[in-house]
């Protein structure tokens, strides 16, 4: 066992030590926040253009005189120069826009905007919809209507789900729960691969590299598959473990700098509090580790029969199936029917639960079910990572053999 | 120290071991030789533990071989290779202590062994950054760093350049004089004679021929001698004790003579005829090299 503990050891070590392994702790979290910051970004952009306009009025209808707001970075001005005139001042200024509205504008393009340079959207769309604004209430005026009781029965519906459990009701934001688990669906798929590749490529450098029988003169094959598995699995949970506190502490620093508005943040606040944190973490370390040690045997078996990565195109496909297949139903399918039949029976099959379960972790599936998926998870990730001792053991040993599934299920059977 | 006994070993296809037994006594330097693809690597892994043998046995110190017996055995495989990316200093240390050192005392016996062979300056230094001679270096350093009992090289010498081969050699020698018994394998015969104590020949998964390389020559014997003498070249009647196999002459008046003894006679004969008619140089026995033995013994075996 002591033996196990040092290859884990140098697995783990030489792996955290690498460049690449610092460099994707940090970059991770910042590409999440920058992409955080661009979102929001683009979102406040909506609002206002980026420099300060001045918008001529000329309006001949004579509807919209004085009616038209400042925004922060938008002036209107009534004018009664003659096109020409304006048009010509147009040329000459760049931030200057001309808003032109003749006597009869009901027609769909009689009302024009004039600029130098193509106006922004954000600033069109907030032109019009104050101008709408003004019509309609224009013509609720003219045809009587109270707008002070129009405004009283408008309706501003948002539904507000509430579970009904026997601890009592509970105020859950299933948006928010799904949006959290598929994350993790995804992240677990998008880890199994990444790790399992990495176990496989250490098989594979380990064979390459002919140091393999020097190590099987000291230990057995199993331990050092074992040893490799598991240190490469410690890799992925420190990198988890890294970014989950790395992006606390962003978002603490972040909400520090935004703290300016406090709506907003308790909002979110709000949010995060309705999502089950607890239980979908325990379910995605759970699925993580079993998930992963279950591939990441398939992945070393691989490793071993191969005598180089280009080889490994032809195992690859049958072994990533059920997982790429689960995954595309996952974020299309079966979280809109999380219940039905297929989303059941994938979530219980060890190959596909890891992503499956996941998805349907916010619609609460039946106990029974999830005690079952966990039984066969630990149940699939003991028969593979029997399996694929058996082939690596021989595996690792031959040499410019061309290894086919036949020969893979031959090796199973040589005796010792 | 190891025995080995009745091991039988087979793959899908072909059989690498039938019946083959050896024993290798404490201290010896042991000598596996045969063609390439005769069954040596097969033997070798499974005294490493390696691979298991179809049936029969193998005996370590008197016990039935099993993991225990790791630690006190050095392996140096014929396909060489270490982690390229990994530093030397840090993969030797790693690999005695798969081999249950301490981190401690491998660190010690690192710098000795580094310093011994002028290494000291590849501590940091990654495999890839190496030449395939100075890898080669490090590798067996590797192999004998645990101080084990038993060390077994596969194909010791094949890519050394002259020089490192003669180290290494002297240093196998070295740790051999402190205690080590030594099996190795080869197909290359020149070492054989200098360096082992005893040897077995394996042809075609058979052990065909095994024991004191002294012994096995002098098996091999023709009852044949060598004699140079100075003087009137001899014409050899009727009477001589032996019969001219060859007959060449040398600067200085001297001459060689290759010749077989008739039944029954010895060397005092030979040399109680030619005393009286000459003056004579010297007298010795041919002896077979092993190269001479190997080649024969593998042809009539057969070897395509």
Same mark, same amino acid.
């Not at chain 2, 002028?118 to 501590?123: L, N, Q, R, S, Y």
């Not at chain 2, 060390?151 to 890519?159: A, K, N, R």
């Not at chain 2, 060598?226 to 001297?254: C, M, Q, R």
């Given at each position: 066992m002591n033996k196990v503990l040092l290859i884990i050891q140098r697995e783990y070590i030489t792996r955290v030590r690498k460049k690449a392994f610092i460099v994707m702790i940090f970059v991770v979290p910042l590409l999440i926040l920058g992409m955080g910051a661009v979102i929001k970004m683009v979102a406040s952009n909506a609002e206002e253009p980026d420099s300060a306009s001045v918008i001529k009025v000329k309006d001949e209808s004579g509807l919209f005189a004085g009616k038209l707001h400042n925004g922060k970075k938008i002036q209107f001005l009534p004018t009664t120069q003659s096109l020409p005139e304006i048009k010509k001042e147009l040329i000459n200024d760049e931030n200057l826009l001309a808003l032109v509205i003749p006597k009869n504008f009901n027609s769909k393009d009689s009302i024009q905007i004039l600029s130098k340079k193509?106006?922004?959207?954000?600033?069109?769309?907030?032109?019009?919809?104050?101008?709408?604004?003004?019509?309609?209430?224009?013509?609720?005026?003219?045809?009587?209507?109270?707008?002070?009781?129009?405004?009283?029965?408008?309706?501003?519906?948002?539904?507000?789900a509430i579970e009904v459990t026997e601890k009592g009701d509970n105020k859950s934001n299933i948006g928010a729960n799904i949006a959290v688990s598929i994350a993790c669906a995804i992240l677990i798929y998008l880890s199994l691969f990444i790790y399992g590749a990495q176990v496989m490529r250490g098989v594979i450098e380990e064979k390459t590299s002919r140091i393999i029988e020097v190590?099987?003169?000291?230990?057995?094959?199993?331990?050092?598959?074992?040893?490799?598995?598991?240190?490469?699995?410690?890799?992925?949970?420190?990198?988890?473990?890294?970014?989950?506190?790395?992006?606390i502490i962003s978002t603490k620093i972040a909400g520090q700098t935004v703290g300016s508005t406090p709506g907003g943040m308790m909002n979110a606040l709000a949010v995060l509090q309705t999502i089950h944190f607890g239980k979908i973490l325990v379910c995605f370390l759970f699925y993580f580790l079993t998930g992963y040690l279950l591939y990441s045997a398939i992945f070393a078996a691989v490793g071993s029969a191969v005598d180089s990565e280009t080889e490994t195109q032809q195992f690859m496909f049958p072994i990533t199936l059920p997982l790429l297949f689960t995954y595309i139903l996952s974020v299309s399918v079966l979280f809109q029917a999380p219940n039905s039949a297929l989303a059941v029976w994938l979530s219980i099959i060890p190959f596909t639960?890891?992503?499956?379960?996941?998805?349907?972790?916010?619609?609460?599936?039946?106990?029974?079910?999830?005690?079952?998926?966990?039984?066969?998870?630990?149940?699939?990730?003991?028969?593979?990572?029997?399996?694929?001792?058996?082939?690596?053991?021989?595996?690792?040993?031959?040499?410019?053999?061309?290894?086919?599934?036949?020969?893979l299920s031959k090796w199973f059977f040589y005796k010792e | 120290m190891l025995s080995i006994r009745n091991i039988v070993k087979q793959y899908a296809g072909h059989k690498a071991l039938s019946d083959v037994s050896l024993e290798v006594e404490r201290g010896?330097?042991?000598? /596996?030789?045969?063609?390439? %693809?005769?069954? #040596?690597?097969?033997? +070798?892994?499974?005294?490493?533990?390696?691979? !298991?043998?179809?049936?029969?046995?193998?005996?370590?110190?008197?016990?039935?071989?099993?993991?225990?017996?790791?630690?006190?055995?050095?392996? /140096?495989?014929?396909?060489? %290779?270490?982690? #390229?990316?990994?530093? +030397?200093?840090?993969?030797?240390?790693?690999? !005695?202590?798969?081999?249950?050192?301490?981190?401690?005392?491998?660190?010690?016996?690192?710098?000795?062994?580094?310093a011994k062979l002028e290494m000291e300056t590849w501590w940091k230094k990654k495999i890839e950054e190496l030449s395939k001679g100075m890898q080669q270096k490090a590798q067996f350093v590797a192999t004998v760093l645990h101080e084990p009992d038993l060390i077994i090289l596969d194909e010791p010498f094949s890519g050394f350049d002259p020089v490192n081969a003669e180290i290494i050699k002297n240093e196998i020698l070295e740790l051999n004089e402190k205690g080590a018994t030594i099996l190795f394998s080869t197909h290359r015969m020149e070492s054989v004679e200098e360096l082992c104590d005893a040897i077995a020949l394996i042809n075609k998964s058979h052990k065909i021929l095994d024991g004191k390389v002294k012994a096995i020559r002098h098996s091999y014997t023709s009852e044949t001698y060598l004699v140079e003498y100075t003087g009137a070249k001899i014409h050899f009647s009727d009477t001589a004790p032996f019969s001219v196999l060859s007959e060449t002459e040398g600067d200085d008046n001297s001459h060689n003579i290759k010749l077989k003894l008739h039944q029954g006679n010895s060397a005092n004969d030979v040399l109680h005829y030619l005393l009286p008619q000459t003056r004579i140089n010297m007298l010795q026995e041919v002896i077979p090299s092993m190269h001479e033995i190997f080649i024969q013994k593998v042809k009539q075996t057969g070897h395509e």
């Amino acid at each position: 066992m002591n033996k196990v503990l040092l290859i884990i050891q140098r697995e783990y070590i030489t792996r955290v030590r690498k460049k690449a392994f610092i460099v994707m702790i940090f970059v991770v979290p910042l590409l999440i926040l920058g992409m955080g910051a661009v979102i929001k970004m683009v979102a406040s952009n909506a609002e206002e253009p980026d420099s300060a306009s001045v918008i001529k009025v000329k309006d001949e209808s004579g509807l919209f005189a004085g009616k038209l707001h400042n925004g922060k970075k938008i002036q209107f001005l009534p004018t009664t120069q003659s096109l020409p005139e304006i048009k010509k001042e147009l040329i000459n200024d760049e931030n200057l826009l001309a808003l032109v509205i003749p006597k009869n504008f009901n027609s769909k393009d009689s009302i024009q905007i004039l600029s130098k340079k193509k106006p922004g959207f954000a600033l069109t769309a907030g032109i019009e919809k104050q101008m709408n604004a003004i019509v309609v209430n224009d013509g609720m005026i003219k045809n009587h209507i109270d707008t002070a009781v129009l405004h009283s029965i408008k309706s501003d519906i948002s539904l507000n789900a509430i579970e009904v459990t026997e601890k009592g009701d509970n105020k859950s934001n299933i948006g928010a729960n799904i949006a959290v688990s598929i994350a993790c669906a995804i992240l677990i798929y998008l880890s199994l691969f990444i790790y399992g590749a990495q176990v496989m490529r250490g098989v594979i450098e380990e064979k390459t590299s002919r140091i393999i029988e020097v190590i099987i003169s000291s230990v057995k094959p199993f331990q050092l598959m074992l040893g490799k598995i598991i240190g490469v699995g410690l890799v992925g949970l420190t990198q988890f473990g890294a970014w989950i506190i790395l992006s606390i502490i962003s978002t603490k620093i972040a909400g520090q700098t935004v703290g300016s508005t406090p709506g907003g943040m308790m909002n979110a606040l709000a949010v995060l509090q309705t999502i089950h944190f607890g239980k979908i973490l325990v379910c995605f370390l759970f699925y993580f580790l079993t998930g992963y040690l279950l591939y990441s045997a398939i992945f070393a078996a691989v490793g071993s029969a191969v005598d180089s990565e280009t080889e490994t195109q032809q195992f690859m496909f049958p072994i990533t199936l059920p997982l790429l297949f689960t995954y595309i139903l996952s974020v299309s399918v079966l979280f809109q029917a999380p219940n039905s039949a297929l989303a059941v029976w994938l979530s219980i099959i060890p190959f596909t639960a890891p992503v499956a379960m996941m998805v349907r972790l916010p619609f609460d599936p039946p106990v029974w079910q999830l005690a079952l998926s966990m039984v066969l998870m630990v149940a699939g990730f003991l028969f593979t990572t029997y399996v694929a001792a058996r082939i690596y053991r021989v595996g690792v040993l031959m040499y410019g053999k061309k290894a086919s599934f036949k020969e893979l299920s031959k090796w199973f059977f040589y005796k010792e | 120290m190891l025995s080995i006994r009745n091991i039988v070993k087979q793959y899908a296809g072909h059989k690498a071991l039938s019946d083959v037994s050896l024993e290798v006594e404490r201290g010896q330097v042991y000598g /596996l030789l045969g063609p390439n %693809g005769a069954g #040596k690597t097969s033997l +070798i892994r499974i005294i490493n533990q390696i691979t !298991a043998p179809d049936s029969g046995e193998v005996y370590f110190d008197g016990q039935k071989l099993n993991q225990s017996h790791i630690e006190r055995i050095g392996y /140096l495989p014929e396909e060489r %290779g270490l982690y #390229k990316k990994m530093e +030397i200093g840090e993969q030797m240390i790693y690999l !005695a202590r798969l081999k249950g050192l301490s981190r401690a005392d491998a660190t010690a016996r690192l710098k000795h062994w580094f310093a011994k062979l002028e290494m000291e300056t590849w501590w940091k230094k990654k495999i890839e950054e190496l030449s395939k001679g100075m890898q080669q270096k490090a590798q067996f350093v590797a192999t004998v760093l645990h101080e084990p009992d038993l060390i077994i090289l596969d194909e010791p010498f094949s890519g050394f350049d002259p020089v490192n081969a003669e180290i290494i050699k002297n240093e196998i020698l070295e740790l051999n004089e402190k205690g080590a018994t030594i099996l190795f394998s080869t197909h290359r015969m020149e070492s054989v004679e200098e360096l082992c104590d005893a040897i077995a020949l394996i042809n075609k998964s058979h052990k065909i021929l095994d024991g004191k390389v002294k012994a096995i020559r002098h098996s091999y014997t023709s009852e044949t001698y060598l004699v140079e003498y100075t003087g009137a070249k001899i014409h050899f009647s009727d009477t001589a004790p032996f019969s001219v196999l060859s007959e060449t002459e040398g600067d200085d008046n001297s001459h060689n003579i290759k010749l077989k003894l008739h039944q029954g006679n010895s060397a005092n004969d030979v040399l109680h005829y030619l005393l009286p008619q000459t003056r004579i140089n010297m007298l010795q026995e041919v002896i077979p090299s092993m190269h001479e033995i190997f080649i024969q013994k593998v042809k009539q075996t057969g070897h395509e």
